[in-house]
């Protein structure tokens, strides 16, 4: 298991840049695959991107080109750098990781295949 604190949130004006932080704290494991998804009210809970071990995966044609997404191992962070933001964007992000016992994990794009999962940040656009 696998515990992640999240921080970055907040309100933004229009065309505007956020970046989300988010920590992730395990212990036995070799790698992981490390997500960002996003909620608005009344929706889905959306892809946004990930990482499988070191590899960027896609990203969501919604956030193409606007968000990055980015990691660094030596402080068990993810980023997600999230510029351009419009109104579209405003929802409730969270961070998602699972982790593995080997070199090489093969990460899905669902929700239900993440098993830990940060508190979640509101992100507003104004």
């Known amino acids: 298991d696998v515990q992640l604190v999240k921080s970055g949130g907040g309100s933004v004006q229009t065309g505007g840049s956020l970046r989300l932080s988010c920590v992730w704290k395990?212990?036995?494991?070799?790698?992981?695959?490390l997500g960002w998804f996003r909620q608005a009210p009344g929706k889905e809970r959306e892809y946004i991107s990930a990482?499988?071990?070191?590899?960027?995966?896609r990203y969501s044609d919604s956030v193409k080109g606007r968000f990055t997404i980015s990691k660094d191992s030596a402080k068990n962070t993810l980023y997600l750098q999230m510029t351009s933001l419009g109104p579209e964007d405003v929802a409730m992000y969270y961070c998602?990781?699972?982790?593995?016992?080997?070199?090489?994990?093969?990460?899905?794009?669902?929700?239900?295949?993440?098993?830990?999962w940060g508190q979640g940040t509101q992100v507003t656009v104004s």
């Open positions: 998602a990781a699972r982790p593995y016992y080997g070199d090489t994990p093969i990460c899905g794009e669902t929700p239900g295949f993440f098993n830990s």
């Open positions: 395990g212990s036995g494991y070799k790698s992981y695959c």
């Open positions: 990482i499988e071990g070191d590899r960027i995966m």
